[in-house]
């Protein structure tokens, strides 16, 4: 077992972890040329000295350091001249202060970081969000060393037919988006754009509550989720993926110490949501209590705040599992069947779901609920400006055609003045103790 961690650029993270076999941290800029896998917002700031002396105490621990360039998508500032050369720049400052290696989502990167370096090591981000063993040829053919896998995590035909043509499989572990997510592709291009100089018009993404809400209408999507078990590593290493991998750039690091310590052990005995990035519940709910501080007096906050709280204690039993749950999905074509159709997953949150003491089907889920877009223009950084909106003009339309205002976004750049300039003089990554957002959704 290998294990790939995310740091939160303590340095006490990696004597805390000394004795587990953690090979590789991770972590990236919270705002960079080419943006990357996390809103800024939820990373703070650290200066280049303090990650060159970071790294040098990874590597005296004779660990490596991977730096996150996951963006999926460049805004188009790729066609303008000079965007190219500066991000080799970047590249070329990150290898020099002694990062080992790169997460990366976009063929393009990828090649150009193969080309100038090719010693370097590079994984294909789950931002790529690999989903066929060809597609993952191509980047393997592009010089990748690992491919990484979130969305994909319980299809085990596509984990054995990657392992099969050899190809090296890393696996996100514990990350709670809901499987077969539709807001993903958005979110991935949010996080991307919004990490990118010039991109802090927001401080919420909306599709994190989005993807909330649906838990919120029925948490067995909970169990249908991406995350794997401690206890079930075994059975990907049996399909040939030796190498984990544990989000949490913005958590504690005894938060982070104690997560790689249960999957080494493989083994855990109390709610399961203690060592996710459970992220459905408590950043939709500190966002929307922000609003109701600080945005427009909307009549609908009320309803998103009760749906919720409904969820406030929420809980994942790990003991009640079944043994056999994982292998289950893993004989199961989860790709090509409805949830609602096969149930097992409902059956399995029946058993060890529990939202408020009670299991699901004792729940009943918000029925009133306007459309959550009414909130999206609140999550922009002119949401000071919006309070003094009136609360017509922020209700939802009576039809859903019907043209819905939207605030004047308050000049571009407010998160880059909040987190340091852009970083390409001199890198700016990020670290430390989160947001109440969590760790975000889609991970490197
Ligand atoms: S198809 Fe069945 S086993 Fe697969 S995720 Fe859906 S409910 Fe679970």
Redesign the pocket.
Known sequence: MELVLATNFDDGLIEKVHDLPVSTFFGGFPVSLTGAGRPPYILPSVSPEKLARHLEVIHRGGRKFFATLNSNDLGLHEYEPGFLGKFREEVQQMVDLGVDGFVVALPLLVEIIRRDHPNVPVSISTFARLRTVNQAEYFRKMGAEHVILEEGN?DFRLVRGLTRAKIPVEVLVNQTCI?DCPFRGHHLNTSSLCSQPGGGKLWFEHPILQCGLEVVKDPSKL??SIWIRPEDLSIYEEAGVHRFKISGRNRSTAWLSKVARIYTERKYEGNLLDILSFVQVKGPSAAIERLGREGPQLGVLPNFEKAFQALDNVSIDNKAFPAGFMR??AE?D?EH???ST?????SIAERVVRINGEPPSRYHPPQDLPPSYVLLPGFGQAVGEMAERTEAESSPPTHPRAPHPLPVLSPAGGEEEAHGPSPLGRPSFSSGEGSSTDDGAGAV
Request: some cysteine; hydrophobic content about 30%; charged content about 20%.
């Open positions: 319980r499987r169990i249908s289950r999905i199961m989860c069947i409805s949830c096969c149930g097992y997953c409902a």
